[in-house]
């Protein structure tokens, strides 16, 4: 059995990993208040892998091994079902927040998988075997990976080149050097996802490249304690959270990076692009076709809260017969279930790539990534709605606990007859923690920017849609004959 | 074999049936100018099952004896999948407009077998014999059948007994004699969709009732030319049309009735419920679960032509480059796959009646139905965007064939270089008459109205969805004990 | 006293003009089955002219002489209103449908006023003159004016020269040649609206022009019977109607031609652009920005019909006080009201042109004509959805005057108690003609393209709105000094 | 002069006061550290009276005697259009958050005013007198004022009187004694916005009573340090803030209280309704009128806020050009310069009281504020979209004077070229706090519930609306004759 339990997790990362927050360097992230917070959140994926009642999913046996399931490499639509279940789970257990540490990793692996299989055959290199090996060595050591995908990119409009030319050549990270023993890189990442608390950081191109951009055309993976790997921590978040408040942010954290290449030097055996500008094009893509089946799948549980925080405060407010309120809640499980339906077609209608990994259809995944994004602000709108302006008025945990005041309050908060006025507040709170705090705004920031914006989406809806048949059949109701 | 050609379904329309078209007796539907075109639509069915491309989807064989696949009790999601791909193939045939014949006449006849069974079960009755010999005699002589659900209803917020008290017993259909050999009936049906052309109705009640509305809690099925029964047409959607400016609309149209019943008479083996007025409201909403699935279903081609036409005129007009173009192109794709996602999940998630009848899941079923019913004017303004202001101010087809018009007509009509100017008028008539044309306006109409309206979407999808679960998660984010 | 009686106006039409109907000439477009409809409609305007109770806003008396209050140019904000009054009242006695004969002329020429005025001025140019001496003409003669705008654009990607020299050099109206006495035009304008019906059209360039463009740049206004001149009606919309049934379609039409420049002729002083490219791009703006005020004015009877008709069918089924119901009458009236208070800031937030001419606030007019344009199939879906099914299954006129069927069908079409069942299917098909029926179509497709599409709309706010001021208050919030 | 300073303001906040933040008692409001920030940004009111910028805004002048203008009492469409102006850049400068110790306090003397005139002239009271008085009493010392209108409301389906029957006659505030100096009253008023600091609070009643309701018809206006009287602050939105990561909410907060009348003694000249019940829903909707007017008018730097926010980062991003972006913008300009017409056409239609007050049109008020509130969470996302996820990922303030770190976070931070990178962080930290933080949810919350929910804003306009006009226009379309 090679599991790691969550403490050989947290103390794997005290490995003198340089990252600052709030323009200080932390000495031990462990330790520390707010990466902390994250790195508790993160331990949940061990936790479940050693808890009987998650083991079954989280855990894969193969030839006596035992292994995290994340790292099993998808075969069939059953597969892709599982591992959706799995991520599904594990985001239950962190109340709405993705755990992400393995996550993104192995959907960044089977893209490398993919595109370095179809590299080694059109070019005749040999990258299949070292994203091979490294794959192997993640799975068996059971680490934790991020992904530093976005560049910083500087000015939207123009190329990596192009800034490069106009003073600005960190705005993508780069190859700047070629040696005998590997290369070494330069430049910013940035919204890197937990890599204050993991052990590997994979790096993938994120957009087409141009021959000019060769240099930029680069993949690879390194220890987040490499030398010249620098991590700034985004403060977004990190306020001290009363934990009656926010009962969820004040215990559930995801850290995001500007992660700085500071050339940084990459052995051979770790690099899985290495100017093949032709290829950062489809590797950007492979990664994001089955990222975005992630996202999908780690978006249920936050919709069902939204759903189910409703319903409850519907309940306690005693206006759960309002015609106006059964509308909005019937709206609510709309959009929860449509995209619950849509994540398992994603995944029955999976494609098998020529190395036998089963991909989500790209079709349904973008369908149902635009149906969570474009209508999450009006869900959160609902959920305010029917729960009322309490949301942002309600007293603090503590004046409960006032002698004078504890009574009060109780009655204050007290809504439907026979319910319990704590309760109320309780899910007034988780209510307001979800929509209406640092913690609700960064969800909806990332509804619409994780995985790629909505007009990424658009783009590939229309790229993977059979529009040939569409056009046919409109050709033959309007009589044309070809 | 006892499957009937398309000539013996016309020829057994010629019963003396009593149907009234713009105040005026119809001698014989199967000539009339605009009740012929709504026979020649239903022919399709028949068409199907001869020929080879669709006797496989649209003919089961069974012990020797072939059948209309529309009366095999579904027994299994792939039973569902394989009913909704008939029923969509069928409706592509009829050039978005759904043959519906069979798919309604069925859907209460699944409806009446798992009602029939529950009251047989509870009441000691034996109204199961009756359905089951019915539904042999339908299936065996390849009938087609109609259902007349929708009373009058005069005024909404009364029920049936309180409106006879104020002088309108007729809102809603009841018996008024109960003999030896059977109930006499009486009262008026709305909407109900091809009676003029179907050998067969099947009544079944609207809504729940109370004691008091006993009487009208009553189910029944009766040849069409019955005595005392008669069809008042209506006459929408019945204008002469130009087969080159509506391609669809002057070959395609259904016919619905006001379906008056004026003492009619109904023999035992005919009477599926007689009074027992708690079942009144189960019965009714058993008839919709099926047949808002078969709805969904006939759905599809309908959104398949929106997206088709539109890329089509995006093409032929030569902006399908256009950002706001290609906007709007995605999110039709979105909206037509979404529901088909939602269909065949409605399928796969399919519940089993304890006599084995497979039932689409109604949750699903209600969001799919929703999720079309209010997008569709959306998608409709989307195309109509794309299309432009030609859809209601192009020349005719007599102006092409003019000597001295021909020429400028049909440079006028040029859009994208290289690209046929008939053929672009085509495709713009097609998307007139599919959304800006009195047949545009009856599907905007049905997409709100048909198979109940949304509000009763909304109740089922309130009723149906496992609220349970939701709240429970939402208690537990929240930290409330129970 | 100048102004034309309705039947001079007529007369006045039976001109020798070439108009094609159905790829037939037309003898004689007063006597013209589906022309007449149209003709009849617009005397309309001629009417309130004669009318006591709307003379005071159709006509102005200045030195002693009456004209139509059309031709009045406005020189404040007030001036504003009241042409909208006047616009917004003939199009409510149309039914809901605008007149259009003198609207969108004069709007032509208040455009015309405003920039041969700043083309004499910059390029020394003696335009002023001839738009003066026209406009007075039309005036002394209360004409009826169309104007031809839209060209027939072939390849929406490709300018004017791009296509001639692709073969296709009628795809907009230009110059092929200069004489002593004037100028010879040849090429195509579509969408022209009532040009069957009016004595003068006026032509404007549709989009700005390249250098190379430059004898695409041309405007001029002849009368209609001119040599060389052909109208093709479109037949969208002409089917008979019935009155009973299509309450407004039967008696109200406008009629759209594809305009065919044949080699036509146009003296001198009828030659109001003749190759200043610069200028084609500031006129096409200047009419839209009149016209769009115009068309946001003659909305208003529409949104307001869409209001009462929901709020009548609301109150004869029975349902006011249904939640959903009050739910969505509240949004028609926010729709409906909202567009009026733009419609009166427009005119109030006027601006004045150097020759004294108030011009309609830009910015509040584009707005107020994306508010109405973008939720108008909104609107149309709740009319229909309180209106119910019934708007495309009634029964006809002719089924209420059966000695047997009449007694039934009242008894059918009965709703609220103590409501008038002719009065409900009389509402019903007011709400069928207004939103599920060819006329329906037809709004549907004006509300989004007529006047410039939705983008254009957009590209406009964005160029009118003061963005410097809205820039700097973030700014300013954001700590940022310049 | 009678104006005071912004010292003298703070200085009487010092009163004895009794109010708990967090379960503990304030020992002095001025110098807690988040109520302390709340009363900074209230001092914005006393130092426009003194800024010669604002002042003639702020301060109008009567007989030689200088008064703040909210103490004015409007008389006709340009006074409340300069009141709405005075909200507007109170606000303004207020960093979009809503001042509100006058316009609140205002808005409720003005209905008190209007409503005890009627109540005098029906019922032969006196309130008008007392009302009178108070009013000049505040306005003579310049004092801030808050109101209490919204009760805790226990079960929401349940009246006052219900529920003191079920065991929670607190959930209103209610007479709990009359004696011969004063009354008694007792209970809970939630959402009490600025009591903290403002030295007035005016109770008013919540809603429509019913008979047995009589004791919770009450109004009236004590001195927040009136014994008996304690404040229970939320404390949402009340976490520390660096000032260069949240710009707005560092510096700007209102507070909010559960406001607790516990046996509190009120002098009968303070007294303005006791017991007259018929009376309270009046009042209740009298207030509402004023105070919607105040909402939309302080609501126009936010929505203005958002625009010039998503402009300035759209530029900064360097994607003003992208479709999809200009898109956004012309939406968001369309959503503020709407309301800003609506807030303008609601003062020029103002309706006058009999006794000469001047009331904004409640129909044109309670439309704009739908429009604001069903519209603003759309706008926030469309903000957040154009902004990015930087919006939540962003390095912190302190990164940038990190000697190693600087310089890389400003590279991180480039956009468009030639652009500030500091510039580009500090404006989308202010895009974060205005829409991503507990800052920007307090917002959104209020969006939907502040001034009444958006329920109570539709009733309003279907009670509202010439809704005969509306149908009778029907009536004569469709030729029913009455």
């Known amino acids: 059995m090679t599991l790691r339990t969550p403490d050989q997790y947290v103390t794997s990362l005290r490995d003198g990993r340089r990252v600052f927050y709030r323009g200080t360097l932390v000495p031990d992230v462990t330790t520390h208040p707010v990466i902390g917070r994250a790195i508790r959140h993160a331990s949940i994926d061990y936790l479940m892998a050693e808890d009987p009642r998650h083991s079954g999913l989280?855990?894969?046996?193969?030839?006596?091994?035992?292994?995290?399931?994340?790292?099993?490499?998808?075969?069939?639509?059953?597969?892709?079902?599982?591992?959706?279940?799995?991520?599904?789970?594990?985001?239950?257990?962190?109340?709405?927040?993705?755990?992400?540490?393995?996550?993104?990793?192995?959907?960044?692996?089977?893209?490398?998988?993919?595109?370095?299989?179809?590299?080694?055959?059109?070019?005749?290199?040999?990258?299949?075997?070292?994203?091979?090996?490294?794959?192997?060595?993640?799975?068996?050591?059971?680490?934790?990976?991020?992904?530093?995908?976005?560049?910083?990119?500087?000015?939207?409009?123009?190329?990596?080149?192009?800034?490069?030319?106009?003073?600005?050549?960190?705005?993508?990270?780069?190859?700047?050097?070629?040696?005998?023993?590997?290369?070494?890189?330069?430049?910013?990442?940035?919204?890197?996802?937990?890599?204050?608390?993991v052990n590997e950081v994979i790096v993938?191109?994120?957009?087409?490249?141009?021959?000019?951009?060769?240099?930029?055309?680069?993949?690879?993976?390194?220890?987040?304690?490499?030398?010249?790997?620098?991590?700034?921590?985004?403060?977004?978040g990190g306020s001290e959270r009363d934990d009656f408040d926010h009962p969820i942010s004040s215990k559930h954290k995801m850290m995001e990076t500007l992660t700085i290449f500071d050339d940084v030097f990459v052995p051979w055996d770790r690099v899985f692009m290495n100017g093949e500008w032709q290829w950062a094009g489809p590797l950007a893509l492979a990664f994001v076709e089955f990222h975005r089946f992630t996202a999908i799948s780690y978006k249920l549980p936050l919709v069902d809260a939204l759903v189910g925080s409703a319903m409850l405060l519907a309940e306690l407010n005693g206006v759960e017969r309002a015609g106006h309120v059964r509308d909005k809640l019937s709206w609510l499980i709309g959009y929860a279930e449509t995209l619950r339906a849509l994540v398992q077609a994603s995944a029955s209608r999976f494609r098998l790539h020529a190395n036998g990994t089963a991909v989500p259809d790209p079709l349904t995944v973008n369908i149902a990534k635009m149906h969570f994004a474009t209508n999450y602000h009006v869900a959160v709108a609902r959920v305010q709605d029917i729960a009322g302006g309490t949301l942002v008025t309600a007293p603090a945990g503590a004046d409960l606990d006032h002698p004078e005041l504890g009574d009060w309050v109780r009655r204050a908060m007290m809504g439907k007859v026979g319910t319990d006025a704590v309760h109320r507040l309780k899910a007034l709170n988780l209510a307001s923690d979800l929509t209406s705090s640092d913690f609700g705004g960064y969800q909806e920031v990332l509804a619409i920017h994780a995985e790629g914006s909505i007009e990424a989406q658009k783009l590939t809806i229309l790229r993977q849609y059979d529009g040939g048949a569409a056009k046919s059949y409109a050709r033959d109701l309007a009589g044309i004959d070809r």
Chains 1, 2, 3, 4 share one sequence.
């Open 204 to 236: 993938l191109p994120t957009r087409a490249m141009a021959e000019a951009d060769a240099d930029y055309a680069v993949s690879f993976a390194i220890p987040v304690n490499t030398p010249g790997v620098t991590l700034v921590a985004s403060p977004h």
């Open 58 to 197: 989280a855990v894969v046996e193969k030839n006596g091994t035992h292994r995290s399931r994340y790292f099993a490499t998808p075969c069939s639509g059953d597969d892709l079902l599982k591992r959706s279940q799995l991520i599904e789970t594990a985001t239950r257990l962190g109340a709405t927040l993705v755990v992400l540490i393995k996550e993104i990793g192995t959907d960044a692996l089977f893209a490398l998988g993919n595109v370095s299989g179809e590299m080694d055959a059109r070019l005749g290199t040999h990258y299949s075997d070292r994203v091979r090996a490294f794959h192997e060595h993640c799975a068996s050591q059971d680490l934790a990976l991020a992904v530093a995908q976005t560049d910083v990119k500087g000015d939207r409009s123009l190329g990596p080149s192009e800034q490069a030319a106009l003073g600005n050549p960190d705005a993508y990270v780069r190859i700047v050097a070629r040696r005998d023993d590997g290369i070494v890189v330069r430049g910013m990442k940035t919204h890197t996802s937990c890599t204050t608390n």
